[in-house]
């Protein structure tokens, strides 16, 4: 089955009342350890990219190239997505050119004008390609390769603008931040997510910075019209514990536990439980 645009997954998940994980990559052990878990789980996913890690991994050719090998030699069956996180113009245009199935343009930094023309530039590149796009209003707190916010509301007037280009599934900010959330966070801000699912005619939503937000928030947002939740801070935090547990346990002094097959497999593992856990949270599991 080849990588797909992420437009059918996220519709389906809104309408069934789930949310699909997109779930960042960073190299092979994540992209591996996410697609075994939606094998498992029997869930569709999206493997998110920033442009960060799309540097790291050597670009974004190289990043699909990996992916979809990778995708091929496990045999997975269920659906697939290779989707941008946080794109900024000139990396959605390359990231598409490059052959991702789904891409986000964050226009949020620009003035509204600018993102709406922006925005609806990039609709219709995307959509011309068959690739499926998301966009942003309002802004995701804390920092994501070097755009900082302090997690500005989105206004439900803009987002109902912005949905009615057609773009397929719309973040915005309802409170939400990227990293870590400090013990003093408001929480998620439900008034304003109705608001926007309102005003946007029941468009998908996505909830950025999806880790660390409390079960109870997350299931009122799927409720309210989110269909897709972002996650990376969770994994790296579980790749980081378990590589820790193995390295402290002295399990890289016995034998060959250097071997890097060995040393990142803790990581990898936690990786994959993860993920299928936070399928069966997200109500995806099963859904493929």
Same mark, same amino acid.
């Given at each position: 089955?080849?990588?797909?645009?992420?437009?059918?997954?996220?519709?389906?998940?809104?309408?069934?009342?789930?949310?699909?994980?997109?779930?960042?990559?960073?190299?092979?052990?994540?992209?591996?350890?996410?697609?075994?878990?939606?094998?498992?789980?029997?869930?569709?996913?999206?493997?998110?990219?920033?442009?960060?890690?799309?540097?790291?991994?050597?670009?974004?050719?190289?990043?699909?190239?990996?992916?979809?090998?990778?995708?091929?030699?496990?045999?997975? =069956?269920?659906?697939?997505? #290779?989707? @941008?996180?946080? +794109? *900024?113009?000139?990396? !959605?245009?390359?990231?598409?050119? &490059?052959?991702?199935?789904?891409?986000?343009?964050?226009?949020?930094?620009?003035?509204?004008?600018?993102?709406?023309?922006?925005?609806?530039?990039?609709?219709?590149?995307?959509?011309?390609?068959?690739?499926?796009?998301?966009?942003?209003?309002?802004?995701?707190?804390?920092?994501?390769?070097?755009?900082?916010?302090?997690?500005?509301?989105?206004?439900?007037?803009?987002?109902?603008?912005?949905?009615?280009?057609?773009?397929?599934?719309?973040?915005?900010?309802?409170?939400?931040?990227?990293?870590?959330?400090?013990?003093?966070?408001?929480?998620?801000?439900?008034?304003?997510?109705?608001?926007?699912?309102?005003? =946007?005619?029941?468009?998908? #939503?996505? @909830?950025?910075? +999806? *880790?660390?937000?409390? !079960?109870?928030?997350?299931?009122? &947002?799927?409720?309210?019209?989110?269909?897709?939740?972002?996650?990376?801070?969770?994994?790296?935090?579980?790749?980081?514990?378990?590589?820790?547990?193995?390295?402290?346990?002295?399990?890289?002094?016995?034998?060959?536990?250097?071997?890097?097959?060995?040393?990142?497999?803790?990581?990898?593992?936690?990786?994959?439980?993860?993920?299928?856990?936070?399928?069966?949270?997200?109500?995806?599991?099963?859904?493929?």
């Amino acid at each position: 089955m080849a990588l797909v645009s992420a437009k059918e997954m996220i519709e389906k998940a809104h309408a069934g009342h789930y949310a699909v994980g997109a779930f960042n990559i960073n190299n092979m052990e994540w992209t591996k350890a996410i697609l075994l878990a939606a094998e498992e789980a029997k869930s569709p996913v999206m493997l998110g990219v920033s442009e960060g890690a799309g540097k790291y991994m050597c670009g974004f050719k190289n990043v699909v190239a990996m992916v979809k090998e990778i995708h091929d030699y496990l045999g997975i =069956t269920v659906p697939v997505a #290779l989707h @941008l996180d946080h +794109g *900024s113009y000139e990396g !959605a245009k390359a990231c598409i050119e &490059a052959g991702f199935t789904s891409v986000m343009f964050d226009g949020s930094h620009y003035a509204f004008e600018e993102n709406l023309e922006k925005s609806k530039e990039m609709i219709e590149l995307a959509h011309s390609k068959g690739i499926s796009i998301e966009c942003e209003v309002g802004g995701i707190g804390g920092e994501e390769d070097g755009v900082t916010s302090m997690g500005e509301l989105a206004d439900p007037a803009e987002c109902a603008t912005i949905a009615n280009l057609g773009v397929d599934f719309l973040a915005a900010g309802i409170g939400n931040i990227h990293g870590k959330y400090p013990a003093d966070w408001a929480g998620l801000n439900f008034d304003r997510l109705g608001e926007i699912q309102e005003s =946007t005619n029941g468009k998908p #939503l996505v @909830l950025h910075g +999806g *880790s660390g937000i409390p !079960a109870e928030q997350v299931a009122k &947002a799927i409720s309210l019209g989110v269909s897709k939740i972002n996650v990376n801070t969770e994994l790296q935090l579980e790749f980081a514990a378990a590589t820790r547990k193995y390295i402290e346990a002295g399990k890289d002094l016995e034998g060959k536990g250097y071997d890097p097959r060995k040393l990142l497999k803790p990581g990898a593992d936690a990786i994959q439980a993860k993920v299928v856990a936070m399928m069966e949270q997200f109500g995806s599991a099963g859904k493929a």
